[in-house]
């Protein structure tokens, strides 16, 4: 099994009616009622599949082969085809672990279960109990028949009288051929906030997976889809959600969180997007080291008509893939800037990777800030902590890549999960527009 969290098709695409969510938010704590829960990162100590003992070029390397991974699901998804990628067959959430996820808990009494937030899924869905081929998920799996909040989402209303539920298949297959099916079903969700606090919201509509197509351990509990399909959790509550993500390198910071509905972080500047393929696309204008913009051909990242091209905003890529020619301008550029002071160094089977001898935080102070600028004048800033990775002690390393160098025919770009540390981005359904907002995350939990 490689990378499951990518629908190509959902065989069985349902209708519903506008019933599913039914209240929004009720939070323990005496804060103002947001739908709000922590995600923990790729890293963190939180994180399930944490090793404390990993350096950061063992981290970096599964950063680069998770990346790989996702690039191929996503140009696979994009072009319609199946994977036939290398880095498909050794690489899955289980293995690398550097996926976010959600803790959030199903049911009464709620039973914990980590999920994938992904924003280019649609559906959300847990593993429940009875399961063929969950025996490797993680803790309890949520047995609906034992929540008495749980109720199963019958095929026809069965109005006040109750009937005989036929309840409502629930099936989804993926580009490499994984799946889940089982049935719908309605139930309490509580996530954790970040002030330790818990937000609920009632009667969620999930699919309950009780047969799982995967052949390995997906090391997770399910997905949590926040596309803007129809029936995606982003769509049905609110048509609004934002994630702040603080510093990677940090696997003690805890602020990292995802809200949703009305009480999104949407500020900043804004940029139009467009979903395509299931994907947010977003319209990228330039790059600039400090002053210097790059000479980048106003072309060059827009969507071709065939449906290729375009630049897609990613939270499942840690790294950032730059299409080869804009990739080349900023190499050059970074070599420019840096090529005289410091010696080169070679990241074997990483050789597209640009590294340098020297220290980030004690070498590269008064590095010029990368900005990524987007149509209506938004811009990603990215600092040499973002910008850059702390490969070995004395390496660190450019922490964009080109797509041509994994032998993924990618001609979109991709922006990672590092590219957007430090930053809150909203994302408003409706208008579609994304919000970047630079901040510490830990300013938005209170
Ligand atoms: C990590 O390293 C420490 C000290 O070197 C050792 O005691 C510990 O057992 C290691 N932990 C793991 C999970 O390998
Ligand atoms: C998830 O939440 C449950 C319930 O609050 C908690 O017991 C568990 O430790 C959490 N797991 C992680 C990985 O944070
Ligand atoms: C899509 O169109 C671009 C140019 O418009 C072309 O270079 C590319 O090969 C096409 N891709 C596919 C998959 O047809």
């Known amino acids: 099994m490689a990378f499951a969290h990518e ?8 209708s519903f009616s506008s019933c599913c969510f039914s209240s929004t938010s009720t939070i323990s704590s005496f804060k103002p009622q947001r739908l709000v829960s922590k995600i923990i990162l790729p890293g963190s100590v939180h994180h ?9 070029k063992e ?3 599964l950063d680069i082969q998770h990346s790989a991974a996702r690039l191929a699901y996503i140009q696979a998804r994009i072009e319609g085809s199946t994977v036939s990628n290398d880095y498909t067959a050794n690489a899955s959430p289980s293995l690398t672990g550097r996926t976010i996820l959600v803790n959030l808990s199903i049911g009464k009494p709620p039973i914990p279960q980590l999920v994938i937030m992904d924003t280019a899924s649609d559906i959300f869905w847990v593993m429940c109990n009875p399961c063929t081929n969950c025996e490797h998920h993680l803790g309890l799996l949520f047995d609906p028949s034992k929540s008495s909040t749980y109720s199963p989402q019958c095929k026809k209303p069965c109005g006040t009288k109750g009937c005989n539920c036929d ?8 580009v490499d051929s994984s799946s889940a099916s089982g049935t719908f079903g309605r139930d309490t969700v509580v996530f954790e906030t970040t002030d330790e606090g818990t937000s609920e919201i009632f009667d969620v509509l999930f699919g309950c997976g009780h047969n799982i197509g995967y052949n390995t351990d997906p090391g997770y509990n399910g997905i949590l889809g926040l596309n803007n399909a129809p029936n995606s959790l982003a769509t049905k509550i609110g048509k609004k959600f934002s994630y702040c993500v603080g510093n990677l390198a940090d696997q003690y910071y805890n602020y990292n969180q995802l809200i949703l509905g009305e009480g999104a972080e949407l500020e900043g500047y804004s940029t139009p997007f467009e979903v395509h393929h ?5 319209t990228m204008e330039g790059i600039s080291v400090g002053e210097k913009r790059l000479a980048i051909a106003p072309a060059t990242f827009e969507m071709k008509e065939n449906g290729t091209g375009g630049v897609i905003i990613d939270t499942g890529t840690t790294i950032t893939f730059l299409v080869d020619d804009v990739f080349k301008l900023l190499y050059n550029e970074v070599r420019n800037v840096l090529g005289f002071s410091f010696r080169q160094a070679i990241y074997e089977n990483t050789r597209w990777m640009l590294c340098y001898y020297g ?9 010029p800030v990368v900005t990524f600028h987007f149509a209506d004048g938004a811009d990603l800033a990215l600092d040499t902590g973002s910008f850059f990775y702390q490969l070995l002690d004395d390496v660190f390393c450019m922490t964009v890549g080109p797509v041509s160098s994994l032998n993924i025919k990618s001609k979109s770009s991709i922006i990672g999960l590092l590219a957007q540390q430090n930053y809150n981005v909203g994302y408003d359904l409706v208008n579609q527009f994304v919000y970047f907002q630079r901040i510490d995350c830990v300013l938005l939990s209170g």
């Open 7 to 14: 629908p190509l098709h959902l065989l069985l695409l349902l």
């Open 48 to 56: 399930p599949h944490h090793k404390p003992n990993e350096t950061a």
């Open 59 to 61: 981290s970096m390397e």
């Open 167 to 174: 309840p409502l298949p629930f099936i989804i297959s993926y």
């Open 278 to 282: 299931g994907f947010y696309y977003v």
């Open 359 to 367: 220290s980030i935080s004690r070498d590269l102070v008064g590095f």
